[in-house]
């Protein structure tokens, strides 16, 4: 069982900045962002291969968010900026225990989850 522990949420202004952590408890070969907005599903944000450090984004947040990882601490993050009110969700991280040849986009191909950090960007 891989524990994943995330912190870094808060209140920010539009157009501000907020770094997420994500603590592994073991590391897997893929982790990933995924948030979920009020009456909405759970999406995709960004994902990252462990060995190779090779990322995917989705299209919002392409040039805004940066997904990277810490193999000594075994943390990976994601530094938002350019932060819109559409950003606004909880944000939560995830592991997969394998790589399948891609960077997945699907929830049902995380394996572990998060307990979910809140972000809120005020207008």
């Known amino acids: 069982q891989v524990q994943l522990v995330e912190s870094g949420g808060g209140l920010v202004q539009d157009g501000g900045s907020l770094r997420l952590s994500c603590a592994a408890s073991?590391?897997?070969?893929?982790m990933g962002w995924f948030r979920q907005a009020p009456g909405k599903e759970r999406e995709f944000v960004a994902a990252?291969?462990?060995?190779?450090?090779?990322?995917y984004y989705t299209d919002s947040v392409k040039g805004r968010f940066t997904i990277s990882r810490d193999n000594a601490k075994n943390t990976m993050y994601l530094q938002m900026s350019s932060l819109k009110p559409e950003d606004t969700a909880v944000y939560y991280c995830?592991?997969?225990?394998?790589?399948?040849?891609?960077?997945?986009?699907?929830?049902?191909?995380?394996?572990?989850w998060g307990q979910g950090t809140q972000v809120t960007v005020s207008s």
């Open positions: 995830a592991a997969a225990r394998f790589y399948s040849g891609y960077l997945s986009k699907r929830v049902d191909e995380y394996d572990y």
């Open positions: 990252v291969k462990w060995s190779s450090g090779t990322t």
């Open positions: 073991t590391r897997t070969a893929v």
